[in-house]
Each structure stands twice: as C-alpha cells, then as structure tokens.
C-alpha cells in the first residue's frame, strides 16, 4: 500500500487567514480524495483530484473555499481559506489502490 | 441512494469479551466494503476489506467480518476483545472500486471496560 506523508499534523489557526495542507505520496496515484471529519463525526469527501484537470467537489463544498491543487501524481494541497471556527476540523488525505483506499494520518486544525 | 450505515453510535465491551459491530449496506450489486480504525487523535487504519470471492475476512489485528448478501451486513467481528481496541471503528463502501467514492457510515465508538 502507498504511504502517505501529511503536514501539518495539527494546527491552530486565527479566523480569517488560510491554511494549506500538504499530501506526499510514495508512488504515483491516479486519484487523491481530500476529507473532512468535523469533531465526533464521520468523514465526509470535500472533493477527488486528478493531476492535470480541476478537482471534482462534492455538493457543499467550493472551490473559493477549499481550492485543492495536484501539480504532479504524488503531491497535493488542499487549502482551507478566510477560515471560520466551524473549519475546525480534521482534514484527511486518501489515495486509491490495489488493496484499498490508504489514509494520511490527518490535520487537526482548530480555528479560534 | 447508495449508502453504509451503522446502527451502533456507542458500543461498551468487556475486556476479553467479544465483539460485533454492525455495517449495513444499500448497494444495487455486490458492493466493495472496507473497515477502518481510528484511535483518538489517529488517522484511519485499514482492518480488512471485502472485494469478492470468500464471504469470511479476516483483517489485521484479530479482526473478521462476513459478508452476508441476504442480509445486507458486512459485520465486524473480534473473539476477545483487548484495552487497546478502544477507538472509533468505521464500515465504508464503493459500488465499483476505482470508478467510484468511498462513502463512510457514521461510525461506532468502542469503550473497553477492565
């Protein structure tokens, strides 16, 4: 399975600003997917990126918002913008592959 | 509409007793199914996944689940259950891997007691 290196791992942020969350993959992946898990809940697809087009969002979710950028088949950003104390949230990264979906290991961003 | 449910928001257990979570599914064909762990302040694990073929998987850490079609359920199953077993445990699904996205039930938070 490929590994994935996420950063930030956590992050406290003013509201207002933007944050942008880094995913490296270990391989070259066709697909990235970029989540959300607010407190207690489940996770929650913001939108899937392909290198070399626009990512594809979910209802609910917009590109001025979350704008995500893939320059390449093992990196991509996903940036949280003019953030709100109800961004704060658990940003995660996934990839597909041949045994299944991997996970980065998640950005903890809370927005005061 | 295509989804995965779990019945069970909260689910306390025994130390060294065992274990079944719930995961039903509402796909029109022979869906592929996948549980996850995360432990607090963790990224989710892959347990073990179903993609065809034999109904009973086992996973990582003790883990099974049996895939029953008639009954809609890809439960999540452990004989004796351990201290560090304690996290939230998440049933996911695609109809067509690769083609199509992971959708998340809810979620069940597993509390082991001594």
């Known amino acids: 399975s490929a590994v994935i290196s996420q950063k930030p791992s956590r992050d406290i942020c003013q509201r207002g600003t933007s944050l942008t969350i880094q995913c490296q993959v270990d391989s070259q992946v066709t697909m990235m997917f970029w989540y959300r898990q607010q407190p207690g809940q489940s996770l929650t697809l913001i939108a899937t990126a392909n290198q070399g087009s626009e990512a594809t969002y979910e209802s609910g979710f917009v590109i001025d918002k979350f704008p995500i950028s893939r320059p390449n088949l093992t990196f991509s950003t996903l940036t949280v913008s003019n953030m709100s104390p109800e961004d704060s949230s658990i940003y995660l990264c996934?990839?597909?592959?041949?045994?299944?979906?991997?996970f980065g290991s998640g950005t903890r961003l809370t927005v005061v | 509409a295509q989804s995965v449910t779990q019945p069970d928001i909260h689910i306390t257990v025994s130390e060294g007793a065992s274990l079944e979570l719930r995961c039903n599914y509402s796909?029109?064909?022979?869906?592929?199914l996948f549980w996850y762990v995360q432990s607090p302040g963790q990224g989710l694990q892959l347990l073990l996944k179903y993609f065809s073929g034999d109904t009973l998987v086992q996973g990582i850490k003790g883990f099974e689940a049996e895939f029953k079609r008639s009954q809609s359920s890809f439960n999540l199953r452990k004989p004796s259950v351990h201290w560090s077993d304690a996290a939230e445990y998440f049933c996911?699904?695609?109809?067509?891997?690769?083609?199509?996205?992971?959708?998340f039930g809810t979620g069940t938070r597993l509390t082991i007691i001594p």
């Open positions: 796909y029109g064909a022979t869906p592929y």
């Open positions: 996934s990839v597909e592959g041949a045994n299944g979906y991997t």
């Open positions: 996911a699904g695609v109809p067509d891997f690769g083609n199509e996205k992971l959708t």
